[in-house]
C-alpha cells in the first residue's frame, strides 16, 4: 500500500468517512504533501495545485513563507504555549503592535485560537457592555462553527445540534432598511464582514457600512466587524473597513494572523470596552489564546503585511486579475458574469447555482484550488496568496481559461 492510500484510509476510518467519499466521488482526492508559496503538491507528488483560495486567508504569506517559519523556529528555542493567566511580554507585544495598526482606539486584543472562539468573545463583550441581549446578523453570513458565531449564521449549520442560544436575529446584508427595522434598544450589537465570503463576496454599496454605524449608535449597539478573511492586507488596504469612512466597537482577525503555521486569533475592542472585565479579569479565558509560540510569528505577519509596498503589490495584482477576467468574461458569456472584488477578495459571479460546484472540480482538474461560496454557490471564491507574483499571472489565467471553457461546456450539456 502506498503512503497516499493509507492516508486515505486511516482519514476514512478515523477522521472522516464522508469527507473521503466526497472527494473520491468527484475525484478530487488530494492528500497535501510538500508545499510551498502558492504551491501544493499531493502527497506521492502526482499533481500539484496552485492555491487559490488560501483558506479563507490562512496563506495570505503564501504556504511556509521562510522569515515565518524562521521566527517560529526561533521561538521554539526559547518559548512554549505559555500560561494564560499570568501577564505575558510575547501578547502584549503583540497586542501593542496590533493597537499601533488599528485606528482610533481599538487598543485591546483578547486573543483566541480560532476565529469562532474571538467572535464568540466579541459577542460577550457586547452583551456584557451594554446590558442588552440581541444580537443581528446578516443573512448567508459566517462567522464560525463555535456556539455564539454558529448561532449567527443560517439555520442549515444549526439544526442537527439541538437547541440554540436566543437572541440572535438576521437581516439581508446591504439592506438599510431591513436593518433599521430590527435595531431597536434591546440591540447588543451587529455583526458583520466587511465582504460577506461564504455569501459569494457581495460588495456593499459605499453607504452601507457608515450608515450601520449610524444607526447602531442610534440604538446604543455596538458594531462588531468581522475581518477574518478581509484583514491584514486582502483587500489592498490594512483593513478591509479601511475602504469605507468607520470606526467599529470590535474587530476580529484570525486566519493570516497565523502565518499558516500557529493557530491565533484575536478581537480587538476599543478602549471603554475593556472595562467589561474590571470586576472579573478572569471571566474569560482561553488555554491555548495567544499562545506564546505564535504571538512573535503573528508580529511577523503584522510586520510584513502592513508594508506600503506589500499593500501596493496587493492592489497591481488585484487589478491584473480584473484585467484578466475581464478577458474571459467576454469569452465565457453567459457561464461567467462578473467579477466582485475587493483587492484579492474576489469571486467569480457564474451563471446559476450549479456552476460553482462545477468551475471548482475544473479548476482542480486544471491545477487550480478554488472554493465555491457555499451559501451562494453561483460564486467561486477566488483568494490568491497575496505573495504571488506578477510573472505568475499569466499561468494561472491561462489556467483559468482552461477550466473555464470546461465548465462552460458541462453547464451547457446539462441543459
Ligand atoms: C469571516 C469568517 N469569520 C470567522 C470564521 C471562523 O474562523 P475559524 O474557522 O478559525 O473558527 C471564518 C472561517 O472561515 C470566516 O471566514
Known amino acids: 500500500m502506498t503512503i497516499r492510500n493509507d492516508a486515505i484510509n ?3 476510518a478515523h477522521v472522516s468517512s464522508g469527507k473521503v467519499a466526497f472527494f473520491k466521488r468527484f475525484g478530487m482526492d488530494f492528500v497535501m504533501g510538500a508545499r510551498q508559496g502558492p504551491w501544493l503538491h499531493d502527497l506521492d507528488d502526482s499533481k500539484t495545485l496552485f492555491n487559490l483560495h488560501s483558506n479563507g486567508g490562512v496563506f495570505n504569506l503564501g504556504h511556509r513563507h521562510p522569515v515565518l517559519v524562521n521566527v517560529l523556529k526561533e521561538s521554539l528555542d526559547r518559548l512554549d504555549i505559555g500560561n494564560h493567566h499570568l501577564i505575558s511580554a510575547e501578547r502584549a507585544a503583540l497586542a501593542r503592535d496590533l493597537a499601533a495598526l488599528a485606528p482610533g482606539d481599538l487598543d485591546y486584543a483578547i486573543f483566541a485560537s480560532g476565529g469562532g472562539e474571538a467572535v464568540d468573545l466579541a459577542i460577550k463583550v457586547a452583551r456584557a457592555h451594554t446590558g442588552r441581549s440581541v444580537i443581528i446578523s446578516a443573512r448567508g453570513g459566517y462567522h464560525g462553527h463555535t456556539g455564539l458565531a454558529m448561532a449567527t449564521g443560517d439555520a442549515k449549520y444549526r439544526q442537527p445540534f439541538g437547541p440554540q442560544p436566543a437572541g440572535f436575529t ?18 447588543a450589537a451587529v455583526i458583520l464582514e466587511t465582504v460577506p465570503a461564504t455569501l459569494g463576496m457581495v460588495q456593499a454599496g459605499n453607504a452601507y457600512f457608515p450608515m450601520v454605524r449610524r444607526l447602531c449608535d442610534r440604538a446604543g449597539a455596538l458594531l462588531i466587524l468581522d475581518e477574518v478573511q478581509t484583514g491584514l492586507g486582502r483587500t489592498g488596504r490594512f483593513w478591509g473597513f479601511e475602504h469605507f469612512d468607520l470606526l467599529p466597537d470590535m474587530v476580529v482577525i484570525g486566519k493570516g494572523l497565523s502565518g499558516g503555521l500557529y493557530p491565533i486569533s484575536a478581537t480587538l475592542l ?21 499562545a506564546e509560540l505564535g504571538c512573535p510569528v503573528a508580529r511577523k505577519v503584522l510586520e510584513l503585511s502592513a508594508r506600503p509596498e506589500f499593500l501596493s503589490h496587493v492592489r497591481e495584482l488585484a487589478q491584473r486579475f480584473r484585467d484578466g477576467v475581464e478577458t474571459l468574461q467576454e469569452r465565457y458569456t453567459p457561464f461567467l458574469r462578473g467579477l466582485r472584488q475587493l483587492g484579492l477578495m474576489m469571486g467569480l459571479e457564474l451563471q446559476d447555482d450549479l456552476c460553482g460546484p462545477i468551475l471548482s472540480k475544473c479548476a482542480y482538474d486544471n491545477d487550480l484550488l478554488m472554493v465555491y461560496a457555499n451559501n451562494a454557490p453561483a460564486v467561486c471564491q477566488c483568494l490568491p496568496p497575496l505573495i504571488m507574483t506578477f510573472e505568475e499571472i499569466p499561468w494561472v489565467m491561462e489556467r483559468l481559461d482552461r477550466a473555464l471553457a470546461a465548465a462552460a461546456d458541462f453547464r451547457e450539456a446539462l441543459g
Do not use: K, N
Open 270 to 290: 476599543r478602549r471603554p470596552l475593556e472595562a467589561v472585565f474590571h470586576a472579573d479579569p478572569f471571566i474569560h479565558i482561553s488555554t491555548f489564546g495567544g
Open 10 to 12: 486511516a482519514f476514512e
Open 170 to 187: 438576521q437581516v439581508p446584508f446591504d439592506d438599510l432598511p431591513a436593518l433599521e427595522a430590527v435595531l431597536d434598544d434591546t440591540v
